[in-house]
């Protein structure tokens, strides 16, 4: 059975949310390491609101934007990979 995991972050505003990691991974290409996230909400669909970010394992409440499009494909190859 998975345990599932959590990541604490600080708002803008200073309020802490917590928010259950979906999965975590290296990418070899760019040495950085990648978390895909969710506070388990849905869209207007229905459809789960998940996030992705560079995070940094020493500091996990530290995370910074996924900026270039390589680096989303690979993200949304691993979510795919889950899906299935």
């Given amino acids: 059975m998975n345990e599932k995991k959590f990541l604490k972050i600080t708002d803008n505003f200073g309020k802490e949310v917590i928010y259950e990691i979906l999965c975590a991974f290296n990418l070899k290409k760019t040495g950085k390491n ?9 869209d207007e669909d229905g459809n789960l609101n998940v996030f992705a970010s560079i995070y940094y394992p020493q500091d996990d409440s530290k995370l910074d934007p996924i900026e270039t499009e390589e680096e989303w494909e690979e993200v949304e190859k691993r979510l795919q990979e889950m899906q299935q």
């Fill in 34 to 42: 990648y978390v895909v996230y969710t506070d388990n909400t849905s």
